[in-house]
Nanobody, 121 residues
Framework: VQLVESGGGLVQAGGSLRLSCTAS????????MGWFRQAPGKEREFVAA????????NYVDFVKGRFTISRDNTKNTVYLQMNSLKPEDTAVYYCNRLYSIYNKDNPLWAWGQGTQVTVSS
């Protein structure tokens, strides 16, 4: 399985970005998917997850109300809309398959290259 993340960039604090992740798998429409991020010098951390249908979501507290995860199963793509960005959101963002939206500690596929998000103050 290949994961390709895109949509990152440089944005000022308070700005928005929309990340995309496309997976080369035939099982995408039945898979829970999640977004993670890794800031320099820190461990990778969970950000958000979505179940196969898109009706069940899970967010880490520090992005609730600012980030929205969604998916388009016809395009094998999961999205992360990020609003009200803060400098502390600066990181490389990755997506991965999850067993469930609450089983965030065991992503199931190899990581892609990620997409860099940089938020300036």
């Amino acid at each position: 399985v290949q994961l390709v993340e895109s949509g990152g960039g440089l944005v000022q604090a308070g700005g928005s970005l929309r990340l995309s992740c496309t997976a080369s798998t035939q099982s995408f429409s039945s898979d829970a998917m999640g977004w993670f991020r890794q800031a320099p010098g820190k461990e990778r951390e969970f950000v958000a997850a979505i179940n196969w249908s898109g009706y069940s979501l899970n967010y880490v507290d520090f992005v609730k109300g600012r980030f929205t995860i969604s998916r388009d199963n016809t395009k094998n793509t999961v999205y992360l809309q990020m609003n009200s960005l803060k400098p502390e959101d600066t990181a490389v963002y990755y997506c991965n398959r999850l067993y469930s939206i609450y089983n965030k500690d065991n992503p199931l596929w190899a990581w892609g290259q990620g997409t860099q998000v940089t938020v300036s103050s």
